[in-house]
T-cell receptor, first 113, second 112 residues
């Protein structure tokens, strides 16, 4: 079945720098891609969703790149600030009929003031 | 803004007890889920349920069962909890045909 690897597990950047998180997946039929943010004691906040026909999507300081050839999904936080400190998860699902999200293992991002 | 509500936030109980966690969504979605997040923050699906079908992850022990009164509610019952059940349980919902899934804040279970 589908497997998703996420890296790095921990990432520390100074305020104002960019932070990049990468996920690789195994199933070429994967059609939907997501990034979630989890702050301490909170649930998962959906940041962005991307369908497989999109290579790049930008929203509010976040850029998602999808490289279907290499089966790689990335999240770039430009000009990170301390409020971005959280655990970030990628997630994928094969199709709209699929019943489950497959999550990466998470990246603990710390943005230092 | 949270639209998937879970209670309680925390629960501590002893091995062998029965517990039940509540989840309600106000998004008008027709599908609800339970995910388990372990101490390493790894997330795994447990159940998916809409008014037509319950899908169970085959790795979920039989002491776990979902309970639904209507499409806005999906509770989670654990009969005879065990230490490895200590985790955060996240409820979520979505609409059939739309793959965006929205999560509640979770219930942290500690089994002593």
């Amino acid at each position: 079945g589908e497997q998703v690897e996420q890296r790095p597990p921990h990432l520390s950047v100074p305020e104002g720098d960019s932070a990049v998180i990468i996920c690789t997946y195994t199933d070429s039929a994967t059609a939907y891609f997501y990034w979630y943010k989890q702050e301490p004691g909170a649930g998962l906040q959906l940041l962005m969703s991307v369908f497989s026909n999109v290579d790049r999507k930008e929203e509010q300081g976040l850029t998602v790149l999808l490289n279907k050839k290499d089966k790689q999904l990335s999240l770039n936080l430009t000009a990170a600030h301390p409020g971005d400190s959280a655990v970030y998860f990628c997630a994928v699902t094969a199709s709209s009929g699929s019943w489950q999200l497959i999550f990466g293992s998470g990246t603990q991002l710390t943005v230092m003031p | 803004e949270t639209a998937v509500f879970q209670t309680p936030n925390y629960h501590v109980t002893q091995v062998g007890n029965e517990v039940s966690f509540n989840c309600k969504q106000t998004l008008g979605h027709d599908t609800m889920y339970w995910y388990k997040q372990d101490s390493k923050k790894l997330l795994k699906i447990m159940f998916s349920y809409n008014n037509k079908q319950l899908i169970v992850n085959e790795t979920v022990p039989r002491r776990f069962s979902p309970q639904s009164s209507d499409k806005a509610h999906l509770n989670l019952r654990i009969k005879s909890v065990e230490p490895e059940d200590s985790a955060v349980y996240l409820c979520a919902s979505s609409t059939s045909g739309n793959t965006e899934v929205f999560f509640g804040k979770g219930t942290r279970l500690t089994v002593v």
